[in-house]
C-alpha cells in the first residue's frame, strides 16, 4: 500500500495561486496512475487531474482546464498540482491517490483510486 502524503494548501483570494505537493513514502511500481481529487463539505470526492507516471499522458477535470496543471518527478516520488486562478468554488480538501491500471482511460476515468493521506485544505475566499 502506498503511503501518500500532501501538502501546501492553505488560504487564497480569488485568482490567487498555490501549488500541491503529493509525496509516496513508498512508491510500488505497481503504481502507474496518480491522481488528484477534491472534496468539499457536504459533496461527494470527484477527480481534479490525472497522469502516468510513465510517459506524457494527463487529464483535467472540465472545472479546472486551463487553469490546473498536474506533473510528477518520479526521482523524487512526487506528483504536484499547480493550481493559478483559483476561484471560491476550488474551496475543498485535496487528497492525491494513486492506481494501477492496465489503460490510459482508467487512469482518467478517476475510479478505483488507492487513497494513502490525510489531504490538504485550500480555502478561496
Known amino acids: 500500500h502506498v503511503q501518500l502524503v500532501e501538502s501546501g494548501g492553505g488560504s487564497v483570494q480569488t485568482g490567487g495561486s498555490l501549488a500541491l505537493s503529493c509525496v509516496a513514502a513508498?512508491?510500488?511500481?505497481?503504481?502507474?496512475?496518480m491522481g488528484w481529487f477534491r472534496q468539499a463539505p457536504g459533496k461527494e470526492r470527484e477527480g481534479v487531474a490525472a497522469i502516468l507516471l510513465r510517459g506524457d499522458d494527463t487529464a483535467y477535470a472540465d472545472a479546472v482546464k486551463g487553469r490546473f496543471t498536474i506533473s510528477r518527478d518520479n526521482a523524487k516520488h512526487a506528483v504536484y498540482l499547480q493550481m493559478n486562478n483559483l476561484k471560491p468554488e476550488d474551496t475543498a480538501r485535496y487528497y492525491c491517490?494513486?492506481?494501477?491500471?492496465?489503460?490510459?482511460?482508467?487512469?482518467?476515468?478517476?475510479?478505483?483510486?488507492?487513497?494513502g493521506g490525510q489531504g490538504t485544505q485550500v480555502t478561496v475566499s
Open positions: 491517490a494513486s492506481l494501477r491500471a492496465t489503460r490510459w482511460r482508467d487512469c482518467a476515468s478517476y475510479l478505483g483510486y488507492n487513497y
Open positions: 513508498k512508491l510500488t511500481y505497481s503504481s502507474n496512475c
